[in-house]
């Protein structure tokens, strides 16, 4: 049976890690070629084998998605190497939590923006001028359940960057979505929950903050990253043919409270 991504190009930004790394795993099991990128060439390039070792058809990239010149270059690469680019996943994202801790708010809110929104929107335009020329593709990005509600008590003072980046991206897929629809391109993104990675660690670690967080989820758990990606992979998918600028919560729940 044809995988549902058979033949298809992805390129998935932050696929050495976590929700990206799951994805990667995925997409490669669907028949998909698959481009792994991240800040981090290490990681990206240990995804790519284990996608290569098991008869997929990957490659490694380093990039930093809050620098133009590399996203240009991220997407110039896979094209070079694959000859389109179908699909384009926006994973990589940070946590102020591990930002440095000397730098002031205005610091990590310029970081954090950088990478989770500029980022998506600047990876976002390069795929594009490619997904025009072949009058389509699509696009998931990875929003949060805290760029539809605002975070709930204690995990904020107001001036948290994270739900104001992932805020930022659900009004930017719903954006793109609509004027990119007359081009065949389609922009949606997941919204997920508490998952365990990497970037939830300093909060699981604390097992009252474990526990206090998995209330919070109607389902009583977090989620895991492989949940996320098979939401993904239905967005990514042609099953997805007549849906765009949808936010879609992957959440447990969490939001429909
Ligand atoms: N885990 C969760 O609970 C959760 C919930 C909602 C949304 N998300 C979002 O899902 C996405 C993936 O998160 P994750 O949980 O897999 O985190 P993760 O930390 O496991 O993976 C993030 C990856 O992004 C990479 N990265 C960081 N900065 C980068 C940059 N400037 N350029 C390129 N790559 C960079 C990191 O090296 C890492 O490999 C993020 O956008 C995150 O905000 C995660």
Redesign the pocket.
Known sequence: MAGRLEGKVAHI??G?????DATAHLFAREGAKVVVS???LG?AEVVAQSLNAAGGDAIALA????RRADCEALIDGTIDHFGRIDVLVN????TPRYAPVEWDFEQKWDWVIG??LK?TMMMSWFAVEQMKKQGSGSIVN?A?IIGLVGYHDGMSDGFHPYPHSKGGVVQLTRDMGVGLAKQGIRVNSLC????Y????ETLTANADTHERLKSLHPMGRLGE?TEIASAALFLASDEASFITGVNLPVDGGYTAQ
């Open positions: 930004t932050g050495g890690s976590g929700i990206g991240d800040l981090n990681s990039g930093d998605v809050s994973s990589a994202g940070v990478i989770n980022g990875m949060s997920p929950g508490f998952a990675t990497a970037l939830t990253a």
